[in-house]
């Protein structure tokens, strides 16, 4: 082969060569770009990202909306990312129109308990800012008392973005406790906005219990920031129903603050004016430190007793601390009493706070100590009697046996009083014997008719046989004479009188 052979052949090779290179390379262009954009799409469904992009895209292929008309037709509840409690609380915050029908359709999933309660809550306080009457249309449907709940949190958000129209919805429904309370906290909420405007409000209103309540709110806000301001405008009142409540508002308002010159101020006062401040104020300090409360009580002790109240302001207090004090610390409040006066039952009183809230928690402890309290003033029997009612709807046989046990005397009496209360309708025999069992002839007689009253309505052939059954003296007889009928006096001499 000669040297021009052997060159066309290379060159032709080479040509060769170069086309299925070129082929190669176009070929796999396609196919690599596709690979990239494949993985890049595989990204961003993982991490979320160019999903908009994606769609928007597609829309326009599809349709040719724009997205922006997509996203303010999207369903609210369409969003299976996002917890439906939020979902709805978000749409309400962005405006949306949510109706009565979507947000009972996520309540109607939640069982009753804490979840469903902070739902009502939360729906409740966020709708009521944006859309109060959609809102208390909804609550509508609502079983009375979750009703309660969402509509005071309906006004709550209502007052805070438009205290003019919460102000006239709370001044026109039908007046209740209710509806007292939630004028109160419309003028609380309005006065932390514009105190001027909350007063002005609560001044205009003709009727005086609205009046009084929304000044009561207005003015708790006021002496926040000045006690003094806020006080003088109390006692110009001149109507002693608003004077008093406007004053107990202050009173407590500026005790938070201080403490001293408060106290200061309530004593400075005369007659009711002085009581129901002072009162206010020792019962403030006494729901967070009662300890402190019972101290400044033993200060200002004298000059309540000698106010021309005969004690009662003093009485008063004292019971309100002593409930406060043994709610939290029973032995303490116990100790405390020990040296109150029993001048006016002030002593007496308190004890029965104490018995009260201690059987609440432990009655064996609050009974023993019930039976060792003085017998003066009556102040042991009340207070037992406390303890058994209390004791006796939580553990009604415990404190029978108690009762059982106790020895004869009033303390007993009373406390036998009580179970025979307890069981009168459900078991009126052993109720009357419990009765039979009382010492004192006339408290005896009065819970033996308490029982065969019932009794006789029920089964009166029982209860004229438990009365014939029971050796009744010549008093006795004669106040059941109709009960027991013609044969109801004894055989001459034949009963032995009992003694009185």
Do not use: C
Not at 173 to 178: E, F, M, N
């Amino acid at each position: 082969m000669n040297l021009k052979v052997s060159l066309i052949i290379i060159v032709l090779a080479s040509f060769s060569f170069g086309i299925v290179v070129e082929r190669f390379i176009i070929s796999s262009e396609p196919e690599d770009s596709a690979n990239v954009i494949n993985e890049k799409a595989k990204e961003n469904t993982i991490t979320g990202e160019g999903r908009t992009g994606l769609n928007y895209s597609s829309s326009q292929q599809n349709n040719g909306n724009d997205r922006n008309d997509s996203k303010d037709n999207e369903n609210p509840f369409d969003d299976q990312r996002r917890d439906p409690v939020d979902n709805i609380i978000n749409q309400i915050d962005r405006g949306k129109r949510i109706t009565a029908a979507q947000v009972s359709s996520v309540l109607e999933q939640l069982p009753a308990g804490r979840k469903r309660r902070e739902f009502i809550h939360r729906v409740a306080s966020h709708w009521g800012r944006k859309d109060p009457k959609a809102a208390l249309a909804w609550s509508e449907s609502l079983i009375p008392s979750e009703q309660s709940i969402a509509v005071e949190e309906i006004v709550h958000g209502w007052a805070r973005t438009d205290p003019t129209g919460a102000a006239n919805y709370v001044t026109e429904i039908p007046k209740s406790r209710r509806s007292l309370d939630l004028v109160h906290a419309t003028g609380h909420i309005w006065a932390e906005q514009d105190q001027q405007a909350a007063i002005d409000w609560a001044m205009s209103l003709q009727d005086t219990a609205l009046r009084q309540r929304a000044l009561r709110g207005s003015a708790g806000v006021w002496a926040r920031t000045d006690p003094s301001s806020a006080s003088a405008f109390a006692l110009e009142i001149k109507n002693p129903y608003e004077r008093h409540g406007v004053i107990e508002s202050v009173a407590r308002r500026w005790s938070r603050q201080e403490t001293k010159e408060s106290l200061d101020w309530a004593l400075s006062m005369q007659g009711e004016d002085r009581n129901r401040a002072t009162r206010a104020i020792i019962e403030e300090i006494a729901d967070h430190d009662p300890k402190q409360a019972a101290g400044l009580l033993s200060e200002i002790s004298a000059s309540l007793t000698s106010d021309g109240s005969g004690g009662r302001i003093h009485r008063d207090i004292a019971s309100e601390v002593a409930e406060r004090w043994a709610s939290t610390n029973p032995d303490e409040a116990a100790e405390w009493i020990a040296d109150l006066p029993e001048s006016q039952h002030i002593k007496r009183e308190a004890a029965q706070r104490v018995a009260d809230r201690w059987a609440s928690t432990n009655p064996e402890e609050a009974a023993e100590w019930a039976v060792e309290l003085p017998e003066s003033d009556n102040i042991r029997r009340h207070a037992v009697e406390r303890v058994a009612d209390r004791w006796l709807k939580y553990d009604s046989l415990s404190a029978s046996e108690w009762i059982a046990e106790m020895p004869i005397g009033e303390a007993r009496d009373a406390a036998a009083g009580e179970l025979v209360r307890n069981i009168s309708d459900s078991d009126p025999a052993a109720a009357f014997s419990w009765a039979n069992s009382v010492g004192n002839e006339g408290y005896q007689t009065h819970l033996m008719e308490e029982v065969i009253e019932g009794w006789h309505n029920t089964d009166p052939n029982a209860a004229r046989s438990a009365l014939q059954a029971t050796d009744l003296s010549a008093r006795q007889r004669e106040k059941f004479k109709e009960i027991l009928g013609p044969s109801a006096a004894p055989p001459a001499n034949s009963e032995t009188p009992k003694t009185e």
